[in-house]
């Protein structure tokens, strides 16, 4: 027995052990002996283990990687489920040699290792209890999270270095661990960060990892529609006012006001109303954050990286984003990278200009590549005049010799089914037109005019395809009134005539305009719409051409024809009237005029059921 001085002044004694050393206790297991074994297992399991016995039995495990072979998964299990990365910095650099050594040794554990190791990119679950019922959701309070992150990188790295089959081996790990949208913000938050982050050090997974994001992107956003979006914060806003409102009325206090009407609005601000938008919010600001980092070292572009990353990032767009319909958010990877650089866009806007020529893609991909360049050239600040200007000769021109093959051809009628790269192309030329006019025109109007006329718009309006008829609604009466202005093309006479047709988009039976459908393809789609998430718009704002609602003084300037030649009483038919775009009727009439002041992006396109009648 120790005396007290004898006690304080002994060093401390070592934790308990049962059954000797783990080789000794391995070789009894191996001939059948399995009670050390399991008082062994029951140790490691213990979840009140100290973190020096801990370190004591990591130590001695580095040491017998070779008998940790397939018969004893069970033991290497238990290992992979200790809680190390709460433990000291003396436990966490032990077990991290423990890893390396155990896959260099037994590659068998490789999967089981680096699923541990995913299952830590998402922060650890706790139970909150609310209203008797008990919630599991993210602890968003552990304040060593971001150190976590970084130790499990490291594991990543050291596995990685010591097996080169790594990559191949952990990409459907990172797949099956992809949390469900339904999660917290903050667990998809972590995961995505994670999977970017391996990325950096895994760049042959790069490729696969940006797909895995933006696909499941992809899917948030799709199920997010924007009208949803917007009448989400329409209910949040009014809420909030009313609650504001009811509050005002109880406390007439003034600091009683100033802090209840600050509680009401500021939580909110950066929050989006609808979960799914922000979710797709807090993802795509991430996701934005990296692509910036990636091609900008010490503050400047780095042009090789950001050469790479746009390679991935188009063969992302090609897989992912092209082929699908009524996305809105997830495809402005492609407008923020191409902001970077002139030539990013110009080989964008050549990549999708191969894709809409070539006759043996897909008509529906042909179609969105035309969307596309018309709303990037529409849409992008950084992109100068003199490149839409090159866009529209290459446009104009292909639609010309389009015309010129179809025009005396049996197939020389209206019908979307049969010449669908056609109308998304014209649609793309008028709406960049509606954008960019006044640029086209600004500094020598003689000169400005002189290159639209060279466009020969009306060859295209007068042919036998007809595409006012096809192209929206919202586009074809602000392009009519642009064009009008300018003396380029009247095309009132065809809009007049159409309106007194059904619209044909399936061809009949014998290839007449006798369908009564009116399931346009080309209606509502232009990709870069205006952004709505919260958060990450600041990133696009500051390089995106808002459409501008015309004012008292450009409404009168539509009016006013630059030549003489128009009548009055053909003025006074053009300014009587209003188009309805979003109701069960849609008119195109040639005295339509309120709808030429609206954005060709707000309230476009006609309704899936609708009828187009006679006027009477």
Known sequence: ??????????????????????????????????????LLKHQLSDPDIKDAQLINWLHEFRASVAYLTKELGQLV???????????????????????????????????????????????????????????????????????????????????????????????????????????????????????????????????????????KLLKLDVSTPQQDIEDAEETANNSASEEKSTEEGLFDMEEDEDRKGSKAVSPNIERMAHPLAERLDILMTILFSYIRDVCHVDGKLDISNTKDLYRDLVSVFDKLILPTHASCHVQYFMFYICSFKLGLAEAFLDHLWKKLQDPNNPSVIRQTAGSYIGSFLARAKFIP??????????LVNWLHKYIDNQDKGANAYCDVALHGPFYSTCQAVFYTLIFRHKQLLDGNLRKGLSYLQSLNFERIVMCQLNPLKICIPSVVNLFAAITRKYQLVFCYTIIERNNRQFIPVVRSGTGGDLVQTCTNPLDSFFPFDPYILKRSKKTIDPMYQFWEEL???????????????????????FLKGETPQNDGVVEIAPNSY???????????????????????
């Open 1 to 38: 027995m120790l005396g007290a001085d004898e006690f304080i002044s002994s060093p401390p004694r070592k934790t308990v052990r049962f059954g000797g050393t783990l080789t000794e206790i391995l070789l009894k297991y191996e001939k059948g002996d399995t009670t050390d074994f399991e």
């Open 77 to 215: 299990n238990i290992l992979l489920k200790l809680p190390w990365l709460r433990r000291s910095r003396e436990v966490v650099e032990e077990y991290l040699g423990f890893l390396g050594n155990l896959v260099s040794a037994q590659t068998v554990h490789l999967r089981p290792c680096l699923r541990m190791i995913v299952a830590q990119f998402v922060p650890p679950r706790i139970t909150i209890r609310e209203d008797d019922v008990d919630i599991s959701d993210s602890d968003d309070d552990d304040e060593n999270i971001s150190a976590n992150f970084d130790t499990c990188h490291r594991a990543l790295q050291t596995v990685a270095r010591y097996v080169p089959s790594t990559p191949q081996f952990l990409m459907p790990i990172l797949v099956e661990f992809f949390p469900f949208i339904n999660k917290s913000e903050r667990t998809l938050e972590c995961y995505v960060h994670n999977l970017l982050r391996v990325t950096v050090y895994l760049p042959t997974l790069r490729l696969q990892i940006l797909e895995l994001i933006i696909e």
């Open 385 to 394: 005049v003199v490149t839409v200007k090159a866009c529209l000769d290459l």
């Open 551 to 573: 004012s008292a003084e450009d409404l009168e300037d539509l009016k006013k024809p630059i030549k003489k030649g128009t009548s009055e009483d053909e003025d006074d038919d």
């Open 594 to 616: 309120e709808s030429n002041t609206r954005s060709p992006v707000s309230s476009i396109g006609s309704p899936a059921d609708c009828y187009v009648p006679y006027p009477l």
